[in-house]
């Protein structure tokens, strides 16, 4: 039977960092400078941090500005006007919000970075970004599959559900956990992106979360992620329940404990983990594809 193909391979020589992609500053909507913004994610312990505001890319050169407190600052900003709202991930400058979506795509990728759709469930209709322009685009890495400003304002924050239709379409993309702070109390430290990292610069991080090298976390640690044959072994620090799902969002297995490990049917395109710990909090996989 063949195999699994995921990002996970030779988890060595490297450590997890934790970090968040989508933040704002003082420059876009956000309430406080960029010097306060970095400060408070350093205290919290993250490993990295992208500014995103709105339609204003902040660069390496602009970084130089502001004392790093040790974090590694990846360029980038929030595509906004014109359409759904995206992240341009460790690109070298802005890339124009055109309403042809694919094109800023397209040029995001000319300038060495990455896009990612936001918050694809805002709103009352639940529908900031419709299932069609994400399954009619291509070449974007993935999707915002939590986004943490989305729990005081209409909408959810989850899309694991927009997630799962396109994986089970066969398309290889990868879910993200984001804050997407705005306010000075009450928007950090909501969702993050666990990377496993082996070369801790801007440029290292952002090839890493390129191949899927992280877990999307609201409070759940992984510890292992180990894959032989089409078996799959998740070990956590503090779930109470693991979920395994396959094709069609099936739950193929589930456990009331803190690891897992189970064979990925043969009949599934994709595997995913959920972790659910205590209160609100959860770890996300990345998906295994069957080879
Ligand atoms: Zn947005
Ligand atoms: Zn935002």
Not at 23 to 50: C, K
Not at 167 to 177: E, S, V, Y
Not at 195 to 208: D, K, L, N, R
């Amino acid at each position: 039977m063949a195999g699994l193909d995921h990002p996970y391979r030779e988890l060595r020589g490297g450590r997890w960092l934790k970090g968040n992609l989508h933040t704002h500053t003082s420059n876009s909507d956000g309430q406080r400078p960029h010097q306060e913004v970095i400060d408070d994610y350093a205290r919290r312990g993250y490993g990295f941090l992208m500014i995103s505001d709105h339609d204003i890319h902040t660069s390496e050169r602009d970084y130089r500005a502001f004392d790093t407190r040790g974090l590694i600052l990846i360029p980038g900003n929030e595509v906004t006007a014109h359409g759904p709202h995206m992240l341009h991930v460790g690109a070298a400058d802005l890339v124009p919000p055109h309403l042809d979506r694919q094109r800023v795509i397209d040029e995001v990728g000319t300038k060495g970075g990455f896009a990612v759709f936001n918050h694809p469930n805002w709103h009352a209709n639940f529908n900031h970004c419709p299932q069609e322009l994400l399954e009619f685009c291509h070449e974007y890495v993935g999707l915002e599959i939590y986004n943490g400003v989305i729990c005081r304002l209409e909408g959810s924050p989850y899309a694991t559900n927009r997630w799962d239709i396109l994986l089970t379409k066969g398309r290889r993309l990868w879910g993200f956990a984001n804050d997407d702070s705005h306010a000075a109390v009450g928007d950090v430290e909501l969702g993050w992106n666990m990377v496993y990292a082996t070369e801790p610069t801007p440029a290292g991080v952002v090839e890493a979360l390129r191949r899927g090298r992280f877990y999307a976390s609201t409070g759940v640690v992984i510890r292992r992620i180990e894959v032989e044959g089409r078996r799959i072994l998740i070990e956590t620090e503090n779930a109470a329940r693991i979920v395994a799902l396959g094709q069609g969002a099936k739950r193929f297995a589930q456990v009331d404990a803190a690891a897992i490990a189970v064979e990925v049917p043969a009949e599934s395109r994709y595997a995913r983990f959920e972790c659910w710990g205590t209160g609100e909090s959860f770890a996300w996989t990345q998906p295994f594809f069957s080879a």
